[in-house]
């Protein structure tokens, strides 16, 4: 079993497009995505019509929540509240009830997967934890391996026994221990904000060889950036694809 998974797309289409054309290569079985499908990218339509037609599971990310949430809406800055204000006059009725109808969180193939922080958090931000953060955090899921989002950033995190360590992000395939447990992150398909590239990221999880293979993918940047121009979008969400 190979397992793609994706996160935070943002409305970044043909970055979506060149990860689908990477993992339909890669003999994976089913694609999953942590959320925030939409906000700060250009083509929020074309994304969520696509996870529809390839019927990628999905859980919510912050930027759905703050479709149904004006509270939360009005808590963010302003380049991501405007970017959602502008899409959703882009997103048909469909495409609305599609993100507001996604669940806090999923378990598939054994595997956790949520967008902000396990066991179900879909605001909280999971950087560097410590030991004793660490420790909390799985203890309030029971499954071996959790993948998360949110950040934008690659990360890894282990358990294995009581010793909990922060492992070195890398666009690298690692093993899996089977006698730990792990809390990864694969990154951002439609704005990355690693240490690396401004490449696509996503990864592939192999249940049956233990491993996660992080893959990091080229598209079309230029034409992300025009159509963000042409729609109004902050010039802050260009700025962080050209870097």
Not at 1 to 13: K, T, V
Not at 15 to 31: I, K, N, P, R, T
Not at 105 to 125: D, I
Not at 141 to 170: D, I, N, S, W
């Amino acid at each position: 079993m190979r397992l793609a998974i994706l996160s935070d797309i943002h409305g970044n289409f043909q970055a979506l497009q060149a990860v689908l054309a990477d993992l339909d290569g890669s003999g994976v079985d089913a694609v999953l995505s942590l959320g925030d499908n939409i906000g700060y990218g250009p083509q929020p339509e074309e994304v969520v019509q696509t996870l529809m037609a390839r019927r990628i599971d999905s859980v919510i990310g912050n930027h759905e929540l703050a479709l149904s949430s004006v509270g939360y809406l009005l808590r963010l800055n302003p380049h991501p509240r405007i970017s959602l204000e502008i899409s959703r006059e882009l997103m048909s009725r469909e495409s609305l009830n599609y993100c507001l109808a996604l669940p806090v969180s999923l378990v598939r193939h054994g595997a956790r997967f949520v967008h902000g922080c396990p066991p179900e958090s879909t605001t909280t931000y999971l950087w560097n934890p410590s030991e004793a953060r660490m420790a909390r955090i799985f203890a309030t899921f029971a499954e071996p391996l959790c993948f998360f989002g949110h950040t934008h950033a690659l990360a890894h995190f282990a358990a294995c026994g009581q010793h909990y360590e922060v492992r070195q992000a890398a666009l690298q395939t690692r093993n899996l221990a089977p006698d730990c447990r792990y809390l990864i992150n694969p990154g951002s398909v439609g704005q990355p904000r690693d240490d690396f590239n401004n490449l696509a990221k996503y990864g592939i999880w192999d249940r049956e060889a233990h491993a996660f293979i992080q893959r990091a993918v080229p598209y079309d940047v230029q034409q992300t950036v025009s159509l963000l121009k042409q729609r109004n979008f902050p010039q802050a969400n260009a700025d962080r694809l050209l870097w």
